[in-house]
């Protein structure tokens, strides 16, 4: 297990589109988070599971954001109608328990 | 509410010490964290620390907790030009684990 796996790397897209990104978290880990961290700033929490169930979402998390973890492993992330704010770099991370600690290199999205 | 504060920017000379200061709300957290993210990348756990305990000695990082003031620090000793690359701060939010961020601190570091 080489750790957190993300793809794309990077992703562009027309404004209005919708994009998929996915995120394999460590195999042994219940946890999985997925953060959005835009220039300048640190990341900011959007989502978690806990195995498949979806325990908590930001309010940033709109509705034009959906994000499943269907067997408890790997999860996805959907944006609908992309928005240019959307443009960020999208962060995945998973732990065992509380301590979340494993991020994924990201993927990059970026609206035009 | 939850916040966690760094200072922007930090300049330091090629074999000095580095010492990155954060400030956290959040009493109860449980962890604190200190991420490294180099331009591009994804963020890479530099070490962590308790929130019983004051003080924490990783080769040549050092972490100092102060409970009571609610400030974090980040010592890299002998800091090389490797070192470069901007610095989080982060707290662990006690429901769930997931974590609060500052806004990072650019650590630069000259020859």
């Known amino acids: 297990d080489t750790g957190v796996s993300q793809n794309p790397r990077h992703k562009i897209t027309k404004r209005g589109q919708n994009v998929t990104f996915r995120c394999d978290p460590i195999?042994?880990?219940?946890?999985l988070y997925w953060y959005r961290q835009t220039l300048g700033q640190g990341p900011e929490f959007l989502t978690y599971?806990?195995?498949?169930?979806?325990?908590?979402k930001s309010r940033l998390l709109s509705d034009r954001f959906s994000a499943e973890r269907p067997k408890g492993s790997f999860s996805t992330l959907e944006i609908q109608r992309t928005e240019q704010g959307d443009s960020a770099m999208y962060l995945c991370?998973?732990?065992?328990?509380?301590?979340?600690?494993?991020f994924g290199s990201g993927t990059r999205l970026t609206v035009v | 509410g939850e916040d966690v504060e760094q200072s922007l920017f930090l300049s330091v000379r090629e074999g000095d010490s580095s010492v990155i200061n954060c400030t956290y709300t959040?009493?109860?957290?449980?962890?604190l964290y200190w991420y490294k993210q180099e331009p591009g990348a994804g963020l890479q756990l530099l070490t962590y620390?308790?929130?019983?305990?004051d003080m924490k000695q990783d080769q040549r990082l050092t972490v100092l907790l102060n409970k009571k003031d609610k400030h974090l620090s980040l010592r890299i000793a002998d800091t090389q030009t490797g070192d470069s690359a901007i610095y989080f701060c982060?707290?662990?939010?006690?429901?769930?684990?997931?974590?609060?961020f500052g806004q990072g601190t650019e650590l630069s570091v000259k020859p």
């Open positions: 991370a998973s732990s065992l328990g509380d301590r979340a600690d494993t």
């Open positions: 195999s042994e880990h219940n946890r």
């Open positions: 599971f806990q195995n498949e169930a979806q325990l908590e």
């Open positions: 959040d009493s109860s957290s449980t962890y």
């Open positions: 620390i308790f929130s019983n305990m």
């Open positions: 982060a707290e662990n939010n006690n429901q769930g684990g997931k974590l609060i």
